[in-house]
């Protein structure tokens, strides 16, 4: 019962730390533009993460059961996972990097699970056809590395680039000013999709290893009025009770900010006037939006980085600083290679510690 609720807290303190890690992500355009103050702009972030994160449950499905046997996942797994992810989150964060928290959880899952279950590559579901659809780690996870920072190049080119033909024969000063108030709007609509995806990341976390405990006997014999901890493996339902601190934490970490990112997504890759900001929200809103709605737990750092280069190659395709976008990528690629083997080095150490106490049965 104890690892029980040291994983409920270490995973409301990855998603506090999401929170203040990726406020860039909706809030860093705004802020650049002079649209809002950072003040106000993370108050902005911090309520419409919250609202976007209790508006459904999609994303914390995928996450909970899509990617991993939920039969071979123990709490020392889990703990792993959210151990590697924050490790990562930190470090980027430190170095001022936009990186994916989504994708650090997802890998530090699967190198949790592959550690526990001696290089048993069948406890990561690949590719699975679940009625219509296709589920798994390739299409939910690896394809939409390539396919959303595409999605978010794409848009932010096309709606910047119909922007500018629209307004084309208006002079710069009333655009300016009109486009100003419309960013405080499309701040708020990427803030609703940020939470919206990556807030149930860890709500299906959470709901995974209250399964995981209900199915181990854990919580067998926890008192009457504890009962609400017991969850059906069948049905993966996320409680609300779940959902609700799930996005408190989420919010608050937004509140705290993320000054340093804010600098690298804001200025660091193109100079923006609020059209150019307002182009770039409304892209990487839209992307994420689609997204949250067919379950794909999406990089949300990603569709808005790449938003931004869309909106920036508009101009010329030397005004996008790719010598910084490089680095960035760099830190995409590495991020679920390396929370992967931080996960599955923590798993070891645990199971060096007390031989068999966290190992997972062959499937």
């Given at each position: 019962m104890i690892?029980?609720f040291?994983?409920i807290l270490?995973?409301?303190?990855?998603e506090?730390?999401n929170?203040?890690?990726?406020?860039?992500?909706?809030i860093?355009?705004?802020?650049s533009?002079?649209a809002?103050?950072v003040?106000n702009?993370?108050i902005?972030?911090?309520?419409?993460?919250?609202i976007?994160?209790l508006s459904?449950?999609?994303?914390?499905?995928?996450?909970?059961k899509g990617l991993?046997?939920?039969?071979?996942?123990?709490?020392?797994?889990?703990?792993c996972?959210?151990?590697?992810?924050?490790?990562?989150?930190?470090v980027?964060w430190?170095?001022?990097?936009?990186?994916?928290s989504?994708?650090a959880?997802?890998g530090g899952?699967?190198g949790?699970?592959?550690?526990?279950?001696h290089?048993?590559?069948n406890?990561i579901?690949?590719?699975?056809?679940e009625?219509?659809?296709m589920?798994g780690?390739w299409?939910?996870?690896i394809k939409p590395?390539v396919?959303?920072?595409?999605?978010?190049?794409?848009f932010?080119?096309?709606i910047?680039?119909?922007?500018?033909?629209l307004?084309?024969?208006?002079r710069p000063?009333?655009v300016?000013?009109?486009?100003?108030?419309?960013?405080i709007l499309?701040?708020?609509?990427?803030s609703?999709?940020?939470?919206a995806?990556?807030?149930?990341?860890?709500?299906?976390?959470?709901?995974?290893?209250l399964v995981?405990?209900t199915?181990?006997?854990?919580?067998?014999?926890?008192p009457?009025?504890?009962?609400?901890?017991?969850?059906?493996?069948?049905?993966f339902?996320v409680?609300?009770w779940?959902?609700?601190?799930?996005?408190?934490?989420?919010a608050?970490?937004?509140?705290a900010?993320g000054?340093?990112?804010?600098?690298?997504?804001?200025?660091?890759?193109?100079?923006?006037?609020p059209?150019?900001g307002?182009?770039?929200?409304s892209?990487s809103a839209l992307v994420?939006?689609?997204?949250s709605?067919?379950?794909?737990?999406l990089s949300?750092?990603h569709?808005?980085?790449t938003s931004?280069?869309g909106?920036?190659?508009?101009?010329?395709f030397s005004a996008?600083k790719?010598?910084v976008?490089?680095?960035m990528?760099?830190?995409?690629?590495?991020?679920i290679?390396?929370?992967?083997?931080?996960?599955?080095g923590?798993m070891?150490?645990?199971?060096?510690i007390s031989p068999?106490?966290?190992t997972?049965p062959?499937?």
């Open positions: 690892l029980v040291c994983v270490i995973a409301l303190a990855f506090f730390i929170g203040f890690h990726d406020t860039a992500n909706a860093a355009t705004s802020v533009t002079r809002l103050t003040r702009a993370i902005i972030a911090s309520i419409f993460n919250l976007g994160a459904g449950h999609a994303v914390a499905k995928t996450i909970g991993v046997d939920i039969n071979f996942i123990t709490q020392e797994t889990i703990l996972a959210l151990i590697a992810g924050i490790i990562w989150n930190l980027t430190f170095f001022g990097i936009p990186s994916s989504s994708h959880l997802i899952l699967c949790a699970a592959l550690s526990a279950s290089l048993n590559w406890v579901h690949w590719s699975v056809l009625g219509e659809k589920k780690l299409p939910q996870v590395i396919l959303a920072p595409a999605a978010g190049f794409f932010g080119f096309l910047m680039g119909l922007l500018l033909w307004f084309r024969s208006f000063s009333p300016n000013r009109l486009f100003g108030k419309l960013q499309s701040a708020m609509w990427v609703f999709s940020h939470g995806n990556d807030a149930q990341k860890t709500m299906g976390i959470i709901t995974l290893s995981s405990a199915t181990a006997g854990t919580l067998a014999f926890v009457e009025w504890m009962d609400f901890l017991k969850l059906d493996a069948g049905k339902n409680p609300d779940v959902t609700c601190i799930c996005a408190i934490a989420m608050a970490g937004t509140a900010g000054r340093k990112i804010i600098k690298t997504m804001g200025t660091k890759l193109v100079r923006m006037s059209i150019n307002f182009a770039a929200q892209a994420i939006q689609i997204a709605h067919w379950g794909i737990p949300t750092t569709v808005i980085s931004i280069m909106v920036g190659a508009t101009k010329r996008v790719w010598g976008a490089g680095h990528v760099w830190a995409w690629i590495l991020t290679p390396v929370t992967s083997v931080l996960a599955f923590v070891k150490l645990i199971l060096w068999g106490s966290a997972i062959p499937v």
